[in-house]
Each structure stands twice: as C-alpha cells, then as structure tokens.
C-alpha cells in the first residue's frame, strides 16, 4: 500500500503485512480508508491519524474486519454508504463460481451480512455500485465468473437495491449486448452516469428508472481505462464529471452530456484518477502519473 504526497512527490511504501494480494478498491468513511483486498474479498480498516503499524499484534493500523470468499473474491467496488455507517462491497466470486454476492458491514455494531447471487440476481456479480439521496442503491452488474468459472447470463443488467429491505426492488438489461458495466457514478443533477462494455458511456433516471442517455465513446476517446477495481469517473470540484480513457481525460457535462478532451496520456493508464490541485492523478503498471486538466483551475 503505497503513499504520495502530491505536494512534495513524496512516495511512501507502506506495504500490507505479507499479503500475497492487492487493494482493488478503496473507500473513505468517518476519516478513515478501507480497502477491499483480492484474493478473498478481505475488508480493511485504516485510520490515518495513528501511526501505520500492520504487523502489531495488539493494535494492527490497517486491521481486518471480515471477508466475503468465496462469494466475492475478487473485488470490484467498495461504497462508503452516506449513512456514514455502512460498507458495500461488490465483485466476482472465488475461482471456478459464478455468481458474485454483496457484502454488507456494519460499523457501529462490528457486523456483517452477505448476500448472495441468488438472493441478489442470480449469476451475476456486482460491479459498480453508487447511492442515491434516500439511501437506496444502483447496482451494475458483469457476466464474468470467477477465474476458471463458466459464465451463465448473457447481458450485464442494471438493478435498484432497497437498502432498508436488503431487497433488488427493480432490475433490467438497459444496454442489450454488452457483458460489463464498469463504472458508475451519481451527478450532481440526480442522474447515475456510467461506462459499460465497448466505453458505451450512458445516463439513467432512477426516478423514471430508463435510460435517458447512451453514446459509444470510445470511437472518439479510445479504449477504455483497464483495471480490476478501475474508479474510472470521478466529479471535478467545478461539478463537471472527468472520465479516464486509456489515452485521454475527457470531461462531460451534467445535465448536457457535452464531453470534450481535457488531457492526454504517454502511458496507458490503469485507473484511479483522482483529481488534485488541478491535475489528475492515475496509475499506469508499478507507476503513479499525472498530468494538468485544461481549465480546471484548483488551488
């Protein structure tokens, strides 16, 4: 687990005891960061106020809080509920299953919950997950099995999740075709925005549950960023929605769907951008880049 300080490019390695794994997605809740670790959908808990001591026996800094293998394995997405309570983890299930479960903790009671494929939509995994104001869920799924696992859905759907329930009130193949929605995330309009197979970049009402909006972006961008938990779009502080493309940073507009180059890439680039002091911020292999976003202009 690895630390820069944008301001000095710092790099710090901190490393994650002896782990023979890797945080595919991370999340920030009541100050601290958790991680959701491939193999064995481990969940992590790290308090940057205290000093980084993983190998103490007494008070590990980050500790584990539980796991969901083999339901999830392999990590795709970790939400920090707005509740500020509440941890989700979604992913692909250990090698040879199909099917991923959802995996629930609970923060102030220690607790967890998990459900699975079938309590949830059965053979798929979830692969995205963002919420909405009244603390309901949207869910994007994949076909993908486990490694070595025989895929049994054909489309990637798209589900509402009533967090209360702990229930899928609705669901639905919104992009016929395409096997993996990758990324989602809530605008400030109200609207869920994400990229699925082909970098179809697409617009949902969860009021009106439809698709409002759907355009292949990648004959104009490119490929899409490659990674296993790839936190591909991310909101600017100017309430524009950034969106990280092999090659490029394109921005789009909430509200207009106008989108337009804002950056381009040397490397190929992996995913996790992060927008700071007016650069992006994105990993490509063992490396950490940057590169200046025209006109946003950040102190």
């Not at 992060?274 to 202009?297: E, K, N, Q």
Request: some cysteine; aromatic content about 10%; proline content about 7%.
């Amino acid at each position: 687990m690895y630390r820069l300080d944008p301001a000095t490019g710092q790099l710090t390695n901190n490393g994650l005891l002896r782990e023979n794994g890797h945080l595919n997605a991370m999340a920030t809740q009541r100050g601290r960061i958790f991680g959701a670790m491939y193999g064995g959908g481990v969940l992590f808990d790290y308090d940057p106020a205290k000093p980084w001591q993983d190998a103490d026996a007494n008070a590990p800094n980050p500790r584990r809080l539980g796991m969901a293998d083999p339901h999830i394995n392999r990590p795709a997405v970790l939400l920090a509920h707005p509740d500020g309570r509440h941890l989700i983890m979604g992913g692909t299930p250990g090698y040879g299953y199909t099917g991923g479960g959802l995996y629930i903790y609970d923060l102030e009671t220690g607790t967890d919950q998990l459900l699975t494929h079938e309590q949830m939509l059965e053979n798929l995994s979830t692969s995205a997950l963002v919420a909405l104001p009244d603390g309901n869920l949207v869910g994007g799924t994949t076909t993908a099995a486990g490694t070595g696992g025989q895929p049994l859905a054909k489309e990637a759907e798209l589900y509402l999740f009533d967090f209360t329930s702990r229930q899928v009130i609705w669901r639905e193949v919104i992009l016929p075709g395409r096997e993996w929605i990758f990324d989602l995330l809530t605008g400030p309009d109200g609207l869920v925005y994400g990229l699925a197979s082909d970098s179809t970049f697409f617009v949902f009402d969860p009021a009106q549950r439809k698709l409002v909006h759907q355009e292949p972006l990648g004959e104009t961008y490119g490929s899409r960023s490659s990674a296993q938990g790839p936190r591909m779009m991310t909101t600017g502080p100017d309430g524009n929605i950034y969106i990280l493309f092999s090659r490029c940073v394109v921005r789009v507009e909430p509200g207009t769907f106008r989108h337009s180059k804002v950056a381009d890439s040397p490397v190929a680039s992996y995913g996790g951008l992060a927008l700071v002091g007016g650069r992006g911020y994105f990993a490509s292999g063992s490396h950490v880049w940057s590169c200046p976003i025209a006109g946003l202009d950040e102190p």
